[in-house]
Structures are given as structure tokens and as C-alpha cells.
């Protein structure tokens, strides 16, 4: 069975820290861009950032720039997204997704994708 599972999300305060994983099952990470988005309640959802199949080009949001990062480890067949400095809106469900293209260039939006998580839930209270 193909799927992603995102775990790590939690409650914080503001200020702190959280890593998200994403885990593949059923197929390799190796060739696939993996992004993570997250959508608040009432709001669409956004492309926070994504990491290509070397791992070597990142892009991230403008309002996580310099707070989050994302990294995969291939061997383990998982990506991760450290994130630092949380505030208040930073609130949302997050996802992961994957594409079989080893660079999206479309990573920032959530049309194209291949596979989606079913999201993890992250609070962050002032």
C-alpha cells in the first residue's frame, strides 16, 4: 500500500520548536520532490516548502524563511521539517507531499502531486 504518513505535530508555545516527520511506505523516496504544506481552519492551503530527490535545491515560504528546514534522509525514506521560532500562526494541519520529478518547479502550490499524508496537527499558542 502506497502512502505517506506525517507524524511529529503537536502543541507549542510560541517560541518553540517542533519536527515533523514524513515516512513513505510502499515506495521509495529516492526520485520524488516532497513538499510540505499546511492549511489553517478557513483558510486554502499554502506550500510551506519542498526539497528535491538529491536533496541539494530547497525552497521554503517567505514566512518561514530562516525558522523552518527541511531535510530528507533517503536511507530512511523520509523527509523532515524542523521548525523553530513558532508563533501563533504558524497554526495549522500540516502535509507532505511527493511528485516523481526529481525538482518540481511548481513545488510551491498544491496542484500536481502524486501522493498526499494525511496531516499531523500543529497548535501553537502565544
Known amino acids: 500500500q502506497v502512502q505517506l504518513v506525517e507524524s511529529g505535530g503537536g502543541s507549542v508555545q510560541a517560541g518553540g520548536s517542533l519536527r515533523l516527520s514524513c515516512a513513505a511506505s510502499?515506495?521509495?523516496?529516492?526520485?520524488?520532490?516532497i513538499g510540505w504544506f499546511r492549511q489553517a481552519p478557513g483558510k486554502e492551503r499554502e506550500g510551506v516548502s519542498c526539497i528535491s530527490s538529491s536533496g541539494g535545491i530547497t525552497n521554503y515560504a517567505g514566512s518561514v524563511k530562516g525558522r523552518f528546514t527541511i531535510s530528507r534522509d533517503n536511507a530512511k525514506n523520509t523527509v523532515y521539517l524542523q521548525m523553530n521560532s513558532l508563533k501563533p500562526e504558524d497554526t495549522a494541519v500540516y502535509y507532505c507531499a511527493a511528485i516523481t520529478i526529481p525538482m518540481y518547479r511548481y513545488c510551491s502550490g498544491p496542484g500536481g502531486w502524486d501522493y498526499w499524508g494525511q496531516g499531523t496537527q500543529v497548535t501553537v499558542s502565544s
Open positions: 510502499g515506495f521509495t523516496l529516492d526520485y520524488y520532490t
